[in-house]
């Protein structure tokens, strides 16, 4: 006799809940990605969006008083030891340049390109004396999972 295994709904549930988890845990990591293959794995537009954005809204925050708290160390740190000493290499000569010709909106626009952390480790950095910085920051990621779950969605037929 062949017995035939039936999750029960309350199991169901609980995967889906933790799918969920993972998808919010994602979304810090990869977050371009993200929208995209929620969307191939059959969730649906509001709920990929919702998730994508308290998953980088999560991200941001974590990221960004940490790495406030993280660069107030490093700067207590380096300040004992030496002198502050200007060395620059080709990546943050180009980090300097982009913030000098962009500034904050320059960073919200390709926030959603970069990393959740790089990203709200960047606005930890630069601009930690504006409070509004990591709610904002949340918004643009918010703006960002709108339109890569809608391009994802436009681009389903397609594929």
Avoid: C
Wanted: zero cysteines.
């Amino acid at each position: 006799m062949q017995e035939t295994w039936h999750l029960g709904r309350k199991n169901e549930e609980n995967m889906a809940f933790t799918e969920l988890i993972f998808w919010s845990i994602a979304a810090v990591v990869k977050f371009l990605v993200t929208p995209s293959l929620m969307v191939a794995r059959g969730w649906g537009f509001l709920t990929t969006v919702l998730v994508s954005s308290v998953g980088a809204g999560i991200g941001v925050l974590l990221f960004f008083y940490f790495g406030k708290w993280m660069l107030n160390k490093w700067a207590k740190f380096r300040g004992e030891k030496e002198p502050k000493r200007p060395f620059f290499t080709s990546k943050r000569r180009r980090v300097v340049q982009f913030r000098r010709k962009f500034g904050m909106w320059g960073l919200l626009v390709v926030s959603g390109m970069i990393s959740v952390p790089i990203s709200a480790l960047l606005a930890a950095k630069y601009y930690h004396r504006d409070e509004r910085m990591p709610w904002i920051l949340i918004l643009a990621f918010v703006i960002w999972a709108f339109v890569l779950t809608a391009l994802s969605y436009w681009a389903v037929p397609i594929v």
